[in-house]
């Protein structure tokens, strides 16, 4: 086994932990972007205003960091390869889209991304001074929990990712 396997493996086992967060949210709010160089910025702006709303701004860094990565990766690899003309293209374009979904429970914010490519997200190790891949590796140093799997109907993937609202300890 790989260690990209691995380490989904590791969180969809912490996953199973933080229960259906995103199935019984006491919140919940989605947005479907096109598939472009405005999706990142559109869906940072949505989920600053979301958590706002919601009063989890104590966790808005964190869950915009990781919708922020997680939206970049689902733009740039999550369209379909179209091999068409534009005519054909246009057809089509509605397929190139980007789903958003946030959920609140019990201090919890579920965070799920879907695109419409069914291959799996692969973390690399990115060198020094690449100027992009390493998306995964802050959405895993940010988040609680993350993991990815097919669509129900197999037309693309789902990336979810957890952030834990952290406990307070009371001082005397």
């Given at each position: ?6 380490l ?5 086992r ?9 199935d019984?949210?006491?919140h919940q ?8 160089d405005?999706a990142?910025?559109?869906?940072r702006?949505f989920t600053r205003?979301?958590l706002?709303?919601w009063g989890?701004e ?6 915009v960091?990781?919708?922020s990565?997680l ?16 005519e054909?293209?246009?057809?089509r374009q509605?397929l190139?889209?980007?789903t958003?979904?946030l959920?609140?429970?019990?201090g919890?914010?579920g965070?799920e991304?879907?695109?419409n ?7 690399r190790i ?5 100027t992009?891949?390493?998306g995964?590796l802050?959405?895993?140093a940010v988040a ?10 197999g ?6 990712a957890?952030?834990k609202r952290?406990e307070t300890?009371l001082?005397?």
């Open positions: 086994m790989n260690l990209d396997r691995e989904l493996l590791l969180d969809s912490r996953i199973d932990g933080l229960g259906s967060i995103l019984a949210p006491q709010k989605s947005l479907t972007l096109a598939a472009d405005t990142p910025g559109t869906a702006c205003d979301v706002a709303a989890a104590d966790l808005l860094d964190h869950v960091l990781i919708v990565e939206a970049t990766n689902a733009e740039r690899h999550g369209r379909l390869a179209h091999h068409d003309g534009v054909e293209a246009k057809r509605h190139d889209e980007i958003l979904t959920a609140l429970q019990a919890v914010v965070i991304v879907e695109d490519s069914p291959e799996p997200p692969a973390p990115a060198s020094p001074y690449a992009g891949g390493r995964l802050l959405v895993s609680d929990a993350w993991t990815a799997c097919p669509k129900q109907d037309s693309g993937k789902r990336v979810i957890f952030v952290p300890s001082t005397p």
